[in-house]
């Protein structure tokens, strides 16, 4: 009988490979675009975090003798304001800068509420059913059928207009869509034959839950996550506006947006730099969620 020796130590590196880490299966699967654009995402999120290192100017620092300066190549630019300044003479990449940070914070922590309570509530009715699951779901039709706008300005009636009023508030605008979509989704892979399966075989529902249905509708939570993130930067503008969210002089990309409205037609820059960043930061995060989609899909393996 022939014998096979393996090397010990071949042996010891397989065994310590396991089972490959998710971050690093899911870059090697991600195409070049992709690459850059994740690359690009983190960056964005590196200057967010290090806006105070990073601005050149304070982000309330006035300049009256500056103000309304166009941005570097533009006649009349001033050398040290790139992005040029605002009717306050104040730094518009300095105010970018910090109101970035302001509003990737409250878009990220509202989001994730919306997505939790959403996906909780979505579970609960499409996994419980009954008058459980009906309750659920009027509750959604209610909220479905009362303005946002309105909510808001009621919750903030209430509760004052402080920081975390404003991100629990915006973190109710879209929970709704998380718990119709899960429902859904939870009824529809409840039914099928591997969960049927499991639950003949004696599974704990916590077990079925978390091993069969919720791995199976996480793609549809992702690009609907991507979509809500970009969603309540609007929202988060849209009360800035009415002078419901951040107040001034504090900095965020819609506030900004909605101080440079009157000056639009003479000095519009103050409001396309932060408009820029809205839309590019909300593209990257609808393009890397719906690669995520097609990534984390166990039914497309």
């Given at each position: 009988m ?7 130590g ?6 310590r ?8 299966t ?6 070049l ?17 290090c806006?105070?290192?990073i601005?050149?100017?304070g ?11 166009p941005?570097?190549g ?10 040029g300044?605002d ?7 300095s105010?970018?800068?910090?109101g970035?940070?302001?509003?990737m914070a ?6 994730l ?25 009027a ?33 109710l605008a ?29 599974s ?13 509708i ?5 690009v ?24 001034p ?17 003479s ?6 730099v932060?408009a ?26």
């Open positions: 022939t014998e096979i020796s393996v090397p010990i071949s042996a010891i590196s397989t065994a490979k396991g089972k490959p880490n998710l971050l690093v899911l870059w090697s699967r991600a195409h675009v992709m690459r850059i654009n994740l690359v690009l995402f983190v960056l964005v999120l590196l200057v967010a975090a806006a105070q290192w601005a050149p100017f982000p309330d620092a006035q300049s009256l003798l500056s103000r309304l300066k941005p570097v533009f006649d009349g630019a001033k050398v040290g304001n790139w992005l300044t009717q306050l003479g104040r730094d518009l990449l105010r970018s800068l910090y970035l940070q302001l509003t409250i878009a990220l922590i509202g989001s509420i919306s997505l939790v309570l959403g996906t909780t509530l979505g579970v609960i009715a499409g996994y419980a059913r009954g008058w459980v699951g009906g309750v659920v779901m509750i959604v039709d209610i909220q479905l059928a009362i303005p946002f706008t309105l909510i808001a300005l009621v919750v903030i009636a209430v509760f004052g207009n402080s920081l975390p009023v404003l991100i629990i508030t915006i973190g879209g929970w709704e869509v998380y718990a119709r979509l899960v429902r859904a989704q939870v009824l529809a892979v409840s039914r099928m034959p591997f969960v049927e399966a499991s639950v003949a075989a004696g704990c529902h916590m077990r079925i839950l978390f091993k069969h249905i919720l791995p199976n996480v793609s549809p939570i992702i609907v996550w991507t979509m809500t993130f970009s969603t309540l930067i609007l929202a988060e503008s849209s009360l800035s506006f009415l002078g419901l969210g951040v107040q002089p504090t900095a965020t990309l819609g506030s900004m947006v909605g101080l440079g409205r009157d000056y639009l037609a000095s519009p820059w103050i409001s396309l932060p820029i960043a809205i839309m590019l930061i909300s593209l990257q995060v609808l393009l890397i969620g719906d690669w995520l989609r097609d990534a984390l899909d166990v039914r497309l393996k």
